[in-house]
């Protein structure tokens, strides 16, 4: 079993939380390598991105996840050089038990900021 030593964790998502998909690459695109060695073009999210350092410096632990599996994860995490900033890497969540909703606990979504 492996276990987060913290009472505080904080969880992001991948797309369009920490980056968008860039439909054209050109030279200025930071791309995100499969695990094939194809190319993604990326858009990093920054308000998100700055928000997810702010927590790890003050020593809360980080999750981030993605429908898109760990391996995708893994690939942007790398692309946006934020390996010191992150302790999980996982897929998204496919179903969570609980005896209270996630919205009594959670409270209201927040979201990092302006997504511009």
């Known amino acids: 079993m492996k276990m987060i030593e913290s009472d505080i964790v904080i969880c992001f998502d991948v797309d369009d939380t920490l980056i968008s998909i860039v439909e054209t690459i050109d030279e200025h695109t930071l791309l995100a390598f499969v695990e094939d060695g194809f190319p993604v073009g990326i858009n990093p999210i920054e308000c998100n991105i700055e928000a997810l350092k702010r927590h790890k410096r003050c020593g ?18 790398k692309a946006l050089q934020l390996e010191e900033y992150v302790d999980v890497v996982m897929c998204k969540p496919m179903w969570y038990y609980d005896d209270i909703p996630a919205s009594k606990w959670m409270g209201e979504p927040r979201w990092g900021g302006d997504r511009k």
Do not use: L, M, N, P
Request: aromatic residues 12%; positive net charge; glycine residues 12%.
């Open 60 to 77: 809360q632990k980080t999750v981030v996840w993605s429908r898109g599996g760990h391996k995708w994860a893994c690939a942007v995490i």
